[in-house]
């Protein structure tokens, strides 16, 4: 059975800074794809970011704010958002695909998720 332990979510300032973490066990980033999406309230969950052992993708709304990165030493994945706007409240989950040299984010690629965890920007 794949888990992750996520970490890293909180309350945030606008124009903060957060770094959440996915530590998946039972398995090694090499042979999955790891991607993040969030969820608001009422809306879809949408993916925003993945990375594989060849490449890593964001999606537009957060380029030049968040970057994603994987520690291969810690078996970790880590996605740090700075310049966090109210609109980046959701939560965050990580999670896995198979094909581990496919990247993207579309939600229904993945096959195992995390619990998530809370992300909220607000003064």
């Known amino acids: 059975q794949l888990q992750f332990v996520e970490s890293g979510g909180g309350l945030v300032q606008p124009g903060g800074s957060l770094r959440l973490s996915c530590a998946p066990s039972g398995f090694t980033l090499d042979t999955y794809a790891i991607g993040w999406f969030r969820q608001a309230p009422g809306k879809e969950r949408e993916g925003i970011s993945c990375i594989n052992v060849r490449a890593a993708l964001l999606q537009d709304s957060v380029k030049g704010r968040f970057t994603i990165s994987r520690d291969n030493a810690t078996n970790t994945v880590y996605l740090q958002m700075n310049s966090l706007k109210p609109e980046d409240t959701a939560v965050y989950y990580c999670?896995?695909?198979?094909?581990?040299?496919?990247?993207?984010?579309?939600?229904?690629?993945?096959?195992?998720w995390g619990q998530g965890t809370q992300v909220t920007v607000s003064s």
């Open positions: 999670a896995a695909r198979r094909s581990p040299l496919r990247i993207g984010i579309r939600k229904n690629d993945y096959d195992y």
